[in-house]
């Protein structure tokens, strides 16, 4: 029998029974139609049902499966295209096909297609990608319970990275904003045995300085607490690797770690200070609701108070897992890792 619509066949077996034809087999056999179909088609028709679909609830779907499997392999051949230009080829391969952006923006999340804004990540030289295996190859055995994590980060006053919950129907929140939002630096250093340093400062920072804060919020607290067998980590920026501080760090410090170029993937105080800024902005916030001034020293103190706040288990739990971010280094041939 030639290929036929559903239409057809459930008027061609309606027909069929109506003539008295009400055998199963005899229906498949004068049909074609699968035998699985055709006993469907007779326990509704002996049920006094007709074949006449449903109707159904809401508006049709405008793409059938088939223009949505167009759609998926347009946004798979590129993924930085928009719903509007989507929506445009659509409109223009699909004859009286008029679909909107939003319709598209729809059917992918069907397809399990979400949009986002790329994360930024180093991009590395394949000489930075060989460095970080060489690396994660000779310190996969390091005891990195002895050593300190180092580094430097800036916290802006006024941030917006939180979500809020707001009821339905009502105005979105708004978070008003200043045009240049106070900014202070900090020095940190940590280890799995809790703080080593920390420090607030404006203004640059060059040798000169970091040498100072070596000086004053390193090297006795890390002998203090970790005592005299500690290795300290740092990365290549210039002023960390300039003459005068390799000479202070060889007298004063027991060992130091030869850290890969680029690589603030590997250093868990980068997972360190998310969790600090998530901090503080949630007290900002919460001084804000209540309608509290947040001046430069009441945000210092929040970030010392964070800071200082820290639980135990925190500090640990980062310095553990340097084992299987090294790990993951050597499978990915150096590439970034998920940190």
Request: charged letters at 25%; a positive charge; proline letters at 6%.
């Amino acid at each position: 029998m030639a290929k036929v619509t559903l239409e057809q066949r459930r008027t061609i077996v309606s027909t069929l029974w109506d003539n008295g034809v009400h055998d199963a087999k005899a229906l498949h056999k004068l049909t074609s139609i699968p035998r699985s179909t055709i006993y469907d088609y007779v326990k509704k028709l002996k049920n006094g049902n007709t074949l006449n679909p449903l109707p159904r609830s809401g508006r049709p779907k405008k793409l059938s499966p088939k223009k949505c499997r167009f759609l998926g392999r347009l946004i798979s051949a590129n993924k930085y295209s928009t719903c509007a230009e989507l929506a445009n080829i659509l409109n223009e391969n699909y004859t009286n096909l008029n679909v909107t952006d939003r319709t598209v923006l729809n059917e992918l999340n069907n397809l399990n297609y979400f949009n986002t804004i790329p994360k930024s990540i180093p991009l590395l030289t394949d000489q930075q990608k060989l460095r970080r295996v060489e690396f994660a190859m000779k310190y996969r055995r390091q005891n990195w319970n002895k050593v300190v994590f180092s580094d430097e980060t800036t916290f802006q006053m006024f941030q917006n990275t939180q979500k809020v919950f707001y009821k339905a129907g009502t105005q979105p929140p708004h978070k008003p904003m200043v045009k240049h939002p106070y900014k202070v630096h900090a020095w940190g250093a940590f280890s799995a045995k809790g703080p080593i340093g920390f420090l607030l400062f404006t203004g640059i920072m060059d040798g000169c300085f970091y040498r100072e804060i070596l000086t004053e919020n390193l090297f006795e607290n890390a002998n203090s607490i970790m005592g005299r067998c500690w290795v300290f980590q740092q990365d290549n920026d210039p002023k960390h690797t300039a003459k005068e501080t390799k000479k202070l760090l060889t007298e004063r410090c027991p060992r130091l770690l030869d850290w890969p170029s680029n690589s603030p993937d590997l250093n868990p105080i980068e997972n360190l200070w998310a969790i600090l800024k998530g901090r503080v902005e949630k007290q900002v916030n919460k001084l804000i609701l209540k309608k509290k001034p947040v001046t430069v020293d009441a945000f210092c103190e929040i970030i010392q108070e964070e800071w200082e706040g820290i639980e135990p288990g925190i500090f640990l739990n980062l310095v553990r897992s340097m084992k299987s971010r090294l790990e993951l280094v050597i499978e990915g041939d150096g590439n970034k890792i998920p940190y």
